[in-house]
């Protein structure tokens, strides 16, 4: 059943990935390096990670979370991955290994970080050292930029005196300055031998339109170098950079050929395919960073054998002054941008593809045809684990699946260094859950909307609407319940009729109905059905009413007084005068749709006492009456509706005699007719003659008196058994 629940449950899945969505290019916390750092190549999938987060966060709560959310983040193995989760505790422990810490940047300031740089297991072939053009630099040199090219071949007899392995300048040398400054550079290039130059692709408007223009260094320091390469990365649509380059004169092949050249013995890994992603190790500040000056007199600043067989990496890396210029600040978004870190300098991007080529550990993504396979498995699943739609249930099944498709993803992520964009199967299986809540809830309009055709003819228009809004209230199909039936009856109808033209039986016949069914309507009673000129109606089903026997007899005693206006607009339209009578019981029925399963259904109810309440409305004939109820609704009234005892009967049928009353407002009456049917069910002739012909002497028009007084004449003259407990049998129906 779509209850409220579902409902709810469904807004909230609506509007927290509508939110999300909005919050995801800010999303910040715990969570954000996973979400931002394994993003598809076109970034559409931080937001919808970022999403799933939220929602996970909403329905799982944060220790659910952490575990398989921290584990996709971006280091390289799993030993980092969970000194991600012990830092925080061995950071509140005091556990501290400062002076095994790579020189910390201030972006590791977390535990949680700096736990990880001392975890973290970079299996190449040589340290990656990073010299930076930095602020410091700029200060203590006392030199403007662009520098003297002297200064820069300096730096390189510095670094091939403390022994670097290779030294990488992300810098481009394109113009000619001094010639004997360009002049010793080429002769410092020349005499390390193991120098890769930068080139690059500078995108310029023309009056044909844009054209692409390649940077090249200087002739006489290109042919000094070991090798030049492109250093332009590839951005994505939201601007960060999380490709390695595949051209073939790219930065990073130039600068493996090199060490292919220098190191014949090593085991190099296999290069990495087309499209493969830059796992990062870690935000702005991982890898070791010296200035440039200090560069210059590594014997002054550095450890002894700190650049021994490095692989040195040249570049800028200043954000304030305004030598460099704001053109030539090489800063960039990385997947960690969006997370709060800041940009990141365009050599540490290079030490990062470096780092991922000679370990092997580039992230490759996976065909579409698998990202489709395991989306479609996801969504089938989904399909399967929803077929029968409850809310709960089904979003903690959504929930399980969600962490299932994140669990595949980090087992491929660290363990084969694969990448699977989750977006589709995430997405699926939000859409199954949407798809499913709404087929539910359009099954359960459909059923609403049988539900009132079904009951709108019998019961009145706010239990109709109950019912549609609690369908759980309604057993179908029957179930035994007690009710409080009524039968009415026209008196002498059949008769009546034949004087009448069809038109004008339909119109009074309709007229009628029409006002008897109002009334049972308006004390919450349901119409089973119109039996010619007779109505059956009844209390407490399909909705429960507690006051089942208290609402019936109200509804009968409306009924007969609504007769005599009824009387007056049928007898002012040409119509004649009618005369109904009513019978009222309580008892154990089975109430229920009844039918043909292949053609008509209603709601109806079955058994002894729905026969009974029948036989009550035709006791009316004998006693004069326009109303009888059993003692069975009388016990239920508790006081309620003041009545009058009428007689012990035994209708056909029935060998057990009932006790029925009809409600009386005179308490006088009602009490001298007790006295006198207790006196004649005693057998005292003469004490109950006497009491009754005082009655009708008070009342003439009483129609109990006379009834009884012809009993008594009779019993007079024909005296009853012994065993004679006063009651009257009654042959007729």
Known sequence: MFRRARLVALVLLVVTFAITAWWG??????????????????????LVVTAFVSWLVTFGGWLLVVVPLRVLTPFPTLKQQLATLV???????GVAARGQEPQPDPTLASPARRVAALLIDRAILLPIVLVGIDDASLAELQQRWPWPRGLHARLIDALSAAGAGVIA?????????????????????QRAGNVVLAAGLVQQETQHGTAWMRKEPLPQLRDAAAGVGL??????????????????????????????????????????????????????GTYPRISFYQALEPQRYLPEGELAGALVIIGR??????????????????????????????????????????????????????????AALSVLLAALSMQRFRPL???????????????????????????????????????????????????????????????????????????????????????????????????????????LTPQQTAELINRYLTAMNQVVFDHGGSIDKFIGDAVMAFWNAPLADPDHALHAVR??????????????????????????????????????????????????????????????????????????????????????????????????GKHVAIEVFTPCDDAVLAHRSEQAVRAFRQADWDGAQQQWQDILRNHPHDPLAPVYLERIVALRREPPPPDWEGSMALDAK
Not at 87 to 93: D, F, N, T
């Open 25 to 46: 290019v800010t999303f910040t916390g715990p969570w954000a390096d996973m979400a931002h750092a394994t993003t598809g190549p076109d970034g559409t999938y931080d």
């Open 87 to 93: 830092g925080p505790v061995l950071g509140a422990l």
């Open 169 to 189: 300048f992300d810098v481009l040398f394109e113009f000619p300055t001094d010639p004997a400054e360009d002049a010793a550079l080429a002769e410092s290039i």
């Open 231 to 284: 250093v332009n990365l590839l951005y994505d649509r939201d601007q960060a950079l999380r490709r390695i380059p595949d051209n073939d004169d790219a930065f990073w092949r130039r600068v493996v050929a090199r060490l292919r050249q220098q190191l014949p013995d090593a085991n190099f890994a296999a290069s990495p395919p087309e499209g493969a992603l830059i796992r990062y190790a870690g935000p702005p």
């Open 317 to 374: 890396d200043t954000r304030s002054a305004a030598d460099i210029g704001a053109a030539q600040v090489d800063t960039f978004a990385t997947p960690f941008t969006q997370a709060g870190h800041a940009h990141m300098v365009g050599m540490e991007i290079h030490a990062n593809v470096f780092e991922n080529v000679l370990s092997g550990k580039a992230i490759r993504p996976l065909s579409a045809g698998a990202g489709a396979a395991v």
């Open 393 to 499: 249930r089904s979003a903690v099944a959504a929930l399980l699946l969600m962490l299932g498709v994140l669990l595949l993803v980090w087992l491929l992520f660290t363990r084969g260094h694969w990448w699977l964009p989750v977006g589709s199967s995430l997405l699926g299986i939000a859409a199954t859950y949407l798809l499913q809540a709404g087929a539910a809830y359009m099954a359960e309009r459909k059923q609403r909307l049988l539900i009132k055709q079904m009951f709108s003819r019998y019961v009145p228009e706010a239990v109709v609407e109950q019912l549609a809004a609690h369908p759980e209230r309604l057993a179908l199909g029957g179930e035994h319940r007690e009710l409080t039936l009524l039968f009415t009856d026209l008196e002498g109808f059949t008769t009546l009729s034949e004087s």
């Open 555 to 652: 509804a009968a005693c409306a009924m007969q007084q609504a007769m005599p206006e009824l009387n007056r607009t049928l007898v002012a339209d040409g119509l004649p005068a009618l005369a109904m009578r009513i019978g009222v019981h309580t008892g154990q029925v089975l109430v229920g749709n009844m039918g043909s399963r292949i053609g008509r259904l209603s709601y109806t109810a079955l058994g002894d006492a729905v026969n009974l309440a029948s036989r009550l409305e035709g006791a009316n004939k004998a006693y004069g009456t326009g109303i009888l109820l059993s003692s069975a609704t009388a016990w239920l009234l508790a006081g309620n509706i003041p009545l009058r005892v009428v007689d012990l009967v035994r209708v056909k």
